[in-house]
């Protein structure tokens, strides 16, 4: 059984397009996550969302939207894709929020590639 | 600002002891995480520590000096299948996660 599940695993497109890509965990969490791991390997957390409460990370552009339609799912929509935004974007999530002890569970990645 | 360091690559032999440093400054403590992250996949949890002193599980350990701002996480016997990259993270005062850049672990035979 999938803890932590995205999709697509492999998303190619061409510069300026719009994409999304969906998670959902079926671990019954409360807080879900956005991750950016570059070229770098650095992990960078984009949003972090909980009961309906959004914390961005304020570096994040504009063009990056968390959706959540329900507690089980944060889906993440990229508008007009520029080259910089190729990485592999993780999703994660963990029981509460604010929590001490509190370990994040990551999905399996999206290699995004803009061309 | 928050920083987080750890050393970008070790190499290692089979049945050994390798010791992965990090420190760290940050805004607060709330606690440090470390995860294992093999080629292409997600990241997973091996342990937190929040006081000072050594956690052990098994084949890992991990230490927590906070007054120094330094963890280590000690893997014993190493197999190969312990090459990975090994990501230290601290919590901040916001409950949020800052990530290090990960050491990247090459066991050799």
């Known amino acids: 059984d999938t803890a932590v599940s995205q999709t697509p695993k492999y998303l190619v497109t061409q510069m300026g397009n719009d994409k999304s890509i969906k998670c959902e965990q079926n671990l019954g969490h409360d807080t879900m996550y956005w991750y950016k791991q570059d070229s770098k390997k650095f992990l960078k957390i984009m949003f972090s969302y909980n009961n309906k409460e959004l914390i961005i990370n304020e570096t994040v552009p504009n063009r990056f939207s968390p959706k959540s339609p329900d507690k089980a799912h944060l889906n993440l929509h990229i508008n007009s894709l520029e080259l910089g935004d190729s990485a592999v974007y993780f999703c994660?999530?963990?029981?509460?929020?604010?929590?001490?002890?509190?370990?994040?569970?990551f999905g399996p990645g999206t290699r995004l590639t803009v061309l | 600002g928050q920083n987080i360091d750890q050393p970008t690559e070790m190499t290692a032999t089979e049945g050994a002891i390798v010791q992965i440093n990090c420190t760290y400054q940050t805004s607060g403590f709330n606690g440090l995480f470390w995860y294992q992250q093999h080629a292409g996949e997600a990241p997973t949890f091996l342990s937190y520590n929040v006081l000072d002193g050594l956690e052990e599980k098994g084949r890992f350990s991990s230490f927590l000096s906070r007054s120094k701002g330094y963890s280590y996480l000690l893997l014993k016997e190493l197999q190969m299948k312990d090459s990975a990259s090994y990501l230290c993270?601290?919590?901040?005062?916001?409950?949020?996660?800052?990530w290090g850049a990960g050491t990247k672990l090459i066991i050799k035979p």
């Open positions: 993270a601290v919590m901040d005062s916001n409950y949020q996660l800052i």
């Open positions: 994660a999530s963990s029981p509460k929020l604010r929590e001490l002890t509190d370990t994040q569970y």
